[in-house]
């Protein structure tokens, strides 16, 4: 059971936006400490796909984009594509665990 | 371009301590702005973060694997290591290399190399 809550899954229709979303508590997220999204395909290492809350690394789509409010986090996903299907995991630090921690990871599925 | 890859037996008896390396290559290992670090994932399950060093070998680790964790760089070789001792079958996954910034994200990823604990 991770510190960070991920819904299980989420599905959108092709072009379609979807949110993921994460959710901590005041010994992680809502303690002020970044928030980091990774996108895993079956069979294939994560990449990374948000740093430090909004941040897109150099080829991420302007398509995704994170925020972060409170104790929670949220990666959007706009005009969604078939590519798109694949696992997502947020990332952040917790201080009760002195340890970065993952969320438990959300399978999009592209309808 | 930088690349990191896995090595490693990808079978270990229970009890026994899991080795495995990352080499990197495309860049070295001693920079300042980067940590090196281990994320496993268990078949079907999430990531776990297992620890990070630094190139002049201060470690941190998983508070939950500490004491069964170790890990240990060579610079000569542009290497890092884990060791994981006391091995159960809860140790089966596929064990990931990666760069690790101060935040702590990691952007660039070996390919993972599966480790499986059994006799």
């Known amino acids: 059971q991770s510190v960070l809550t991920q819904p299980p899954s989420v599905s959108g229709a092709p072009g379609q936006r979807v949110t993921i979303s994460c959710t901590g508590s005041?010994?992680?997220?809502?303690?002020?400490?970044?928030v980091h999204w990774y996108q895993q395909f079956p069979g294939t290492a994560p990449k990374l796909l948000i740093y430090?809350?909004?941040n897109r690394p150099s080829g991420v789509p302007d398509r995704f984009s994170g925020s972060k409010s409170g104790t929670s986090a949220s990666l959007a996903i706009t005009g969604l594509q078939a590519e798109d299907e694949a696992d997502y995991y947020c990332?952040?630090?917790?201080?009760?665990?002195?340890?970065?921690?993952f969320g438990g990871g959300t399978k999009l599925t592209v309808l | 371009q930088l690349q990191l890859q896995e090595s490693g037996p990808g079978l270990v008896k229970p009890s026994e301590t899991l080795s495995l390396t990352c080499t990197v290559s495309g860049g070295s290992i001693s920079s300042n702005n980067y940590y090196w670090g281990w994320v496993r994932q268990p078949p079907g399950k999430g990531l776990e973060w297992i620890g990070r060093m630094f190139y002049s070998g201060a470690t941190y680790y998983n508070p939950s694997l500490r004491g069964r964790v170790t890990m240990s760089v060579d610079t000569s070789k542009n290497q890092f290591s884990l060791k994981l001792s006391s091995v159960t079958a809860a140790d089966t996954a596929v064990y990931y290399c990666a760069r690790s910034h101060s935040s702590p994200y990691m952007d660039v990823w070996g390919k993972g190399t599966t480790v499986t604990v059994s006799s």
């Open positions: 430090t809350n909004s």
């Open positions: 005041s010994s992680n997220i809502g303690a002020g400490y970044d």
């Open positions: 990332q952040s630090y917790d201080t009760s665990l002195n340890s970065p921690v």
